[in-house]
T-cell receptor, first 115, second 111 residues
Framework: EAQVTQNPRYLITVTGKKLTVTCSQN?????MSWYRQDPGLGLRQIYY???????DKGDVPEGYKVSRKEKRNFPLILESPSPNQTSLYFC??????????????FGSGTQLSVL | GQQLNQSPQSMFIQEGEDVSMNCTSS?????WLWYKQDPGEGPVLLIA?????ELTSNGRLTAQFGITRKDSFLNISASIPSDVGIYFC???????????FGTGTRLQVFP
């Protein structure tokens, strides 16, 4: 089954404690992206990757890092989480970048709370 | 960053009623998309629109690509309880290759 898998689904942590949210897709997609969803603000792009070893900033990259060492994986790293990073996070992938948006697959989300 | 304004922000309706929501932007887009997010899940594509003025249906859903290319509309007819969720519009700009999401409309349907 074609899918984007995020882990964990829920995470509670404390300020400053490094964490990683994993994302994996099994569709051989070249494009992967991270979004955060906040009430009243919709989905905002954090980082995206057009291919292995190619990553770029989205609209809200501050406080986040990503890596793309393999095609299937695109982890999101918070080196020193802060309370304003409490949010619902989604990973997504598609075959052809944003122009393949009608084929953009989303993971089920990771609800992060930073205390 | 750029954002799309969706309205209304939330809707509380009775089963069987029709629903209308819209999305507006200060920029023009080449493609408009409408997604639905079920509680506890990621967004799923409902309808994609590629041409100004285009009207497209998917079951009880109908969406339109505005003539000015700066807006889009989604209608749901005869709502049912499983229509509950958050609806997002998204605009694709070919110049920047960016997909911009709207602020979302939360829909509640009461029996």
């Amino acid at each position: 089954e074609a899918q984007v898998t995020q882990n964990p689904r829920y995470l509670i942590t404390v300020t400053g404690k490094k964490l990683t949210v994993t994302c994996s897709q099994n569709m051989n997609h070249e494009y992967m992206s991270w979004y955060r969803q906040d009430p009243g603000l919709g989905l905002r792009q954090i980082y995206y990757s057009m291919n292995v070893e190619v990553t770029d900033k989205g609209d809200v990259p501050e406080g986040y890092k990503v890596s793309r060492k393999e095609k299937r994986n695109f982890p999101l790293i918070l080196e020193s989480p802060s309370p304003n990073q409490t949010s619902l996070y989604f990973c997504a992938s598609s075959l052809w970048g944003a122009r393949g948006a009608e084929k953009l697959f989303f993971g089920s989300g990771t609800q992060l709370s930073v205390l | 960053g750029q954002q799309l304004n969706q309205s209304p922000q939330s809707m509380f309706i009775q089963e069987g009623e029709d629903v209308s929501m819209n999305c507006t932007s200060s920029s023009i887009f080449n493609t408009w998309l409408w997604y639905k997010q079920d509680p506890g899940e990621g967004p799923v594509l409902l309808i994609a629109l590629y041409k100004a003025g285009e009207l497209t249906s998917n079951g009880r859903l109908t969406a339109q690509f505005g003539i000015t290319r700066k807006d889009s509309f989604l209608n749901i007819s005869a709502s049912i309880p499983s229509d509950v969720g958050i609806y997002f519009c998204a605009g694709l700009d070919f110049n920047t290759d960016k997909l911009i999401f709207g602020t979302g409309t939360r829909l509640q349907v009461f029996p």
